[in-house]
Every structure is written in structure tokens, then in C-alpha cells.
């Protein structure tokens, strides 16, 4: 009886193993698309501690400087590599299936010769308007923009080889150095600083972000170095850059109108509303914005997926997969969205007492953020179907509205005006995505469309 007794849990805790290695065998995009939201979950709280840090440290006034100044370095950093970082999620995977590993190698150094060429001359031109231009009332921000323009060719190599290995499979290896190195690096030091007693600026703030950046991404090709050597047969690197740009241009296009509709909010803000109000909005924004991690995860677990089945014309398996996208976007970011705007206000007061104020703009936020996840990863979804044109367009009359609304909204309402400008703006790039993929391939994107389970492909 007791060696029955015992056995028992064994078999129970076996039978469970089992289970779960079958389930990671059968559903592996989806543990996939697990792990990278793991990943990007951890990313939000280092950096949830570490903007809660900067933001009481420094006061309101000069987190929103620190602000505009690091939303530049995002917007700038998302040109930069004109488009190279999400074609490598398509080429890369086709070089190694067709064993052209020169083409391979190739198209990496390239993305990063191009990134840091474009950066270096983008941090140049800015440099040169800054010393030479900015007047009076901007003279504050002036330096931690320089700091943020250093650090732009580091950040923008990174996002070229975010891209690379995620379209690779190499995920964690891509993601982990900007997701969880970068916020940690910055939350240690900060601490180093507030012990060392430095001044509590924005340069400062400016200056650990720069430090964080460059490491990031000295770890992140390392990583990715080492994954090429190990998988990747040796070969001379051979460039098409004819056939690379023409892909890679339109998804810059695509890229240039998303970091619009993501970041018009912040710097149309700085034109009408003091700094204060504009780290309120800031920490309200980022807060409500951590569902649209769950988008992300999805998009870089079925990217590839998608991609493969509609090249070969597996109807079933494309439309298996775009089911289970929208299923794994919508389910999870509205169980999310629920949770942030339950705990918010809470959030909200660890930046500081009067950070409070921004708490109803959460809500107007998460109305355009549900929307978005409604279709699923619409715009990928896009992409990997070959209608990067489609997205391009959807995302360009989008990112009009955003500025338009902005533009409008701000000096009428504030940032109240700026969270219904940022929400309408990702609910018109929802319904424009649904209808193009309705149009062009027939799939009924919207998740009431999708709440079936079809038998896996």
C-alpha cells in the first residue's frame, strides 16, 4: 500500500509532464508568443520601477523633459534603419531555408551598416539644429537632447538586430539585451546616482539612459554573433541592397506612421502644455499601454507561421493561424487591460501625488488600445502576406488623424484632448487594417469572427 501511495503522485506529477512537453510540441507558437510576452511583462515592470524612480527623483518638470528627450531618441531610432529591421524578419528565415548563407550574412551586416550610417547623420543634423537653433525657452531641453542623439546609433543598431533574430527564431537572444538589460541598467544606476547624491535632472536621467543604451546592444550582437557562428554555416557576405531597399522601404513608410500615431501624443504635447502635465500623461500612457505587449508577443510567435503558409498556398493553415493570432491577441490584452485600469490609479501614485490627475485618461486610452486588439496583429498579419502597401496605407491615414486630432484636441483640452486623439487614432488603423485584409484575402479578422476553435494545421 505505501509503495502504491507513492507512486501515485509520481504518476499524477508524470502524467502532467507529459502533458505540458505535448502541449509546448503542438501549441509551440503559442508558448512562444508566452515567453516573449514573459519577456516583455518583465521589461515593464524594470521599467515601471525605473521611470517610478526617475520620476520621483527628478519632480514632474523634469521627468517631462526627460521625456520629450527620450521619445525623440525612440522616434529617430525607429527611422534610422529604414525599414531593414522587420524585412529581416522575412528574408532572414527564407536565406536559411534555401541555405544561401552568404545572402544570410550579408543582409545582417548591412541592416547594421545602415543603421548606424543613417543614425550617425541623423544625430549630426540634430547636433547642428540644436547648437544652432533653439531659442531661449528651449534651452533646458537642449542637452538632454544632445545626450539622446549620442545615444542614437546604439539604439538604432539594436533595433536592427531585434528584427534579425526574431525573424530568425533567436528571440530571446534579440529581445532580452533591450527588454530586460537596458530598464535593468538603468533602474541599477539610477540607484547609483541617487546614492552618489548627482544632480536630479533630466541630463542625468539622460546620461544613464545613454550608458544603458550602448550596453544593450554591445550584449545584444554578442548574443547574436554567437548564434550566427554556431548555425550558421561560414560564407563571404553578399549584399542585394537593390532588391532589400525595395522591400525594406515601404515597411519604413509603414514604420514611420506607427511611430507617429505612438509618440504625436508626447511631442505636440511640448507645444502647448508645460512638462509637468506631460510626464502626467506620459507614466498614464505607458501604464495603459503594456496590453499592447500582448500584440507584440503574437506578432513575433505567428510572424513566420503566417508567412510560410500563405507563400505556399495552404488556405486552411493561413486562416488556422490568423484565428489563433487574434484569439491570443484579444483574450489575454482584454484580461490585461481589465487589471491595469483596476490597479492604475495605484501606479499612477508611486510616480507621485499629483501624477493621480492623468488616472481617468486611462480609460479613454484602453477604448483605442481594445479596439486595436480586436483584429489581432493586424498590420503583421499584413506584411507577412505580402501587402506591406496596404498596412502602409492604413497606417498613413492614421498617423494623419493622430496628428490632426492632436493638433486639434491639445490646445482645446489638454491631455485629454491627447488620449482621444492617441485612442481614435488606433481604432481608425484597426478597422483600416480589417477591411484590407477582408478585401485582399477573404479572412474576417475581428475576434467575434474568430472565437472558434478550428482543428489545428
Known amino acids: 500500500m505505501m509503495i502504491e501511495t507513492r507512486s501515485e503522485p509520481r504518476s499524477v506529477l508524470r502524467s502532467a509532464l507529459d502533458a505540458l512537453r505535448a502541449s509546448r510540441t503542438s501549441h509551440a507558437d503559442s508558448w512562444n508568443a508566452i515567453g516573449v510576452f514573459c519577456v516583455r511583462a518583465a521589461s515593464a515592470a524594470l521599467l515601471f520601477l ?45 536565406y536559411a531555408a534555401n541555405r544561401d548563407y552568404a545572402a544570410f550574412r550579408g543582409l545582417l551586416k548591412a541592416g547594421r551598416q545602415v543603421a548606424l550610417i543613417t543614425s550617425v547623420l541623423m544625430a549630426a543634423v540634430g547636433v547642428a539644429v540644436i547648437t544652432f537653433f533653439h531659442f531661449e525657452q528651449s534651452a533646458a531641453l537642449a542637452v538632454p537632447l544632445l545626450i539622446g542623439l549620442i545615444s542614437l546609433p546604439a539604439y538604432a543598431v539594436t533595433d536592427v538586430q531585434d528584427g534579425f533574430g526574431r525573424g ?60 550566427v557562428e554556431r548555425e550558421i554555416p561560414q560564407a563571404s557576405a553578399a549584399s542585394n541592397y537593390a532588391k532589400w531597399f525595395t522591400i525594406s522601404l515601404p515597411l519604413l513608410a509603414g514604420g514611420i506612421c506607427e511611430i507617429i500615431i505612438l509618440n504625436a501624443d508626447v511631442l505636440v504635447l511640448n507645444f502647448f502644455r508645460p512638462s509637468e502635465e506631460i510626464g502626467h500623461y506620459f507614466a498614464a500612457a505607458k501604464t495603459t499601454g503594456l496590453a499592447l505587449f500582448v500584440l507584440y508577443a503574437v506578432a513575433t510567435a505567428y510572424a513566420g507561421r503566417i508567412a510560410a503558409a500563405h507563400t505556399l498556398g495552404k488556405t486552411a493553415e493561413v486562416q488556422s493561424y490568423v484565428g489563433m493570432a487574434v484569439r491570443w491577441t484579444f483574450i489575454p490584452a482584454a484580461i490585461m487591460t ?55 496605407l492604413s497606417l498613413g491615414a492614421s498617423a494623419l488623424l493622430a496628428v490632426t486630432l492632436n493638433v486639434i484636441l491639445i490646445p482645446l483640452w489638454g491631455v485629454t484632448g491627447a488620449a482621444i486623439a492617441t485612442s481614435t487614432s488606433y481604432a481608425a488603423m484597426a478597422v483600416m487594417n480589417w477591411y484590407a485584409v477582408r478585401r485582399l484575402e477573404g479572412l474576417n479578422l475581428f475576434i467575434l469572427a474568430n472565437l472558434k476553435t478550428p482543428n489545428q494545421p
Not at 526617475?54 to 525612440?74: D, H, I, K, P
Request: glycine share 8%.
Open 50 to 94: 525605473t521611470q517610478i524612480a526617475f520620476a520621483r527623483w527628478m519632480g514632474a518638470s523634469e521627468y517631462g523633459l526627460y521625456v520629450t528627450a527620450w521619445t525623440c531618441v525612440v522616434v529617430l531610432g525607429g527611422l534610422a534603419h529604414l525599414g531593414f529591421n522587420v524585412a529581416m524578419m522575412r528574408l532572414a528565415p527564407q
Open 168 to 227: 530568425q527564431g533567436w528571440t530571446l537572444d534579440a529581445i532580452v539585451p533591450a527588454y530586460i538589460i537596458r530598464p535593468l541598467a538603468m533602474l541599477l544606476f539610477v540607484g547609483v546616482v541617487i546614492i552618489v547624491g548627482l544632480s536630479a535632472d533630466a541630463v542625468t536621467a539622460m546620461t544613464i539612459a545613454l550608458v544603458a543604451t550602448v550596453l544593450a546592444a554591445l550584449l545584444q550582437t554578442v548574443l547574436i554573433e554567437k548564434r
Open 338 to 392: 481589465a487589471g491595469i485600469l483596476v490597479i492604475g490609479y495605484f501606479v499612477l501614485a508611486q510616480f507621485g501625488a499629483t501624477f493621480t490627475d492623468a488616472y481617468p485618461l486611462m480609460f479613454i486610452l484602453a477604448a483605442g488600445i481594445m479596439t486595436k486588439a480586436a483584429m489581432g496583429p493586424s498590420d503583421t498579419i499584413l506584411n507577412m502576406m505580402g501587402h506591406q502597401r496596404a498596412t502602409a
